[in-house]
């Protein structure tokens, strides 16, 4: 089959406020084939800023649009998607956000071959088997710690068995502040939940600001410590995580989720000491490059989780690409009440079973389904016209 048209779809709640909570819009990417089956994806980033990156002029040849990579292509096998993913990024070696643009279509490339061939996308990438995962509910830290007790309890009464909390005021007061507002998560969660804690990068470079929180965090009972500094701070991050070894404190680092690229991820990896790597599908550039880092992972021996803070598309995406790592157990399940988190996809998403687990489906494809209902409600409208001439311009799904 052939690539015929790439759509790209704006969707965004009515109001969009500084809160740290990537559910409040989203770029979405359905793919055509002259068969006429589609596929779906989602991009973890500015959407407008994606969407030019599929209909920019060229300005040489190392900047051409994503669209020009793709429409015409033949995608009849995996191979194909792997191909079509490099293509794309050679055609846009110079364009800076073209990871987390071309996601989208790496994700729907791998939703319209599911389709074609009548095989979920795990099984596609050689997987033999999908394994059920643990959802952890991933959530915002609430203004302060009665709040954040109340959130904690309401995740309890919806029978999750895990939870992150992030954001918010952690780190922005004092450790005892700090404190407060992780014993308050498990006071609410008691203490068979497992809790998480994502810092937000908020400590830059200072390690001995993130040791502290570590030290005092673990007495508490958290799994890890998400993101106490930036990416691009590899070297501080093996400093904590070193000291943590070595005095024995009992708690994991994890970041990864600014990788926006393999190299980037492989980097964390090999030399900032983490214990677990979390990889967004929609920044790094799609299921073809977080399945390279979750069989890297697996190499080193470190934890593969997926970063996720989108719809049921995007949880779908993510799963999708450690299914079959029955040591990967863990998966982020955003628990918000966005309606883009479950309307986009309603009424198929990745549902917990009885026993509060998850996998990824045997359908074709993703397996799940997108709400155009969802899609035209939430919709925004675009032109994108230079000297006249419209590069783009939006229509309903």
Sequence with gaps: ???????????????????????????????????GLVGWGECDASPLVSMTAYVMPMSHSNIINISEALIGET?????????????????????????????????????????????????LLGQSDSYKKLPYASVLFGDDPAETKVIAESIIEREFRAAKFGWGPMGRGSLDDDVALVQAARDGLGSGAKLMVDAGVIWGDDVDAAYERAEKFAEIGVVWLEEPLRT?????????????????????????????????????????????????????????????????????????????????????????????????????????????????????????????????????GLGVQVNLDAIRKY????????????LFESREP
Excluded: C
């Excluded at 779809?9 to 740290?20: N, S």
């Excluded at 079509?84 to 319209?112: F, N, S």
């Excluded at 070297?235 to 000291?243: H, K, Q, T």
């Excluded at 919709?379 to 419209?390: L, N, Y």
């Design 379 to 390: 919709q925004r409208m675009v032109k994108i016209e230079i000297d006249g001439e419209v």
């Design 232 to 364: 691009e701070e590899v070297g501080a991050y093996r400093a904590l995580s070193d000291r943590v070894r070595e005095n024995d404190i009992d708690i994991g680092i994890a970041g990864g989720e600014g990788a926006d690229f393999y190299r980037s991820a492989d980097d964390m990896m090999t030399n900032a000491g983490l214990d677990f790597v979390q990889i967004d599908v929609g920044r790094i550039g799609g299921i073809t490059e977080a399945k390279r880092v979750a069989d890297r992972a697996r190499e080193l021996g470190i934890q593969y989780v997926n970063h996720t803070f989108k719809s049921h598309l995007s949880v779908a995406a993510s799963i999708h690409v450690f299914a079959g790592f029955e040591e990967f157990d863990l998966i982020e399940y955003p628990a918000g009440n966005s309606p883009l988190v479950l309307g986009l996809t309603e009424p198929t998403g990745v549902f917990r079973d009885p026993d509060g687990l998850v996998r990824a489906s045997d359908a074709s």
């Design 75 to 123: 995608l009849d096998s995996p191979e194909d998607v792997v191909r079509l993913r490099t293509k794309a990024g050679e055609y846009g070696l110079d364009i800076q956000q073209l990871d987390h643009a071309v996601a989208g279509a790496d994700i729907a490339m791998w939703d319209a071959l599911g389709k074609h061939l009548g095989e979920p996308v795990w099984k």
């Design 1 to 35: 089959m052939k690539i015929e048209e790439i759509d790209l779809f704006y969707v965004a709640l009515p109001a969009i406020t500084r809160t740290a909570d990537g559910t409040q819009d989203s770029l979405v990417v359905r793919i055509r084939t002259d068969n």
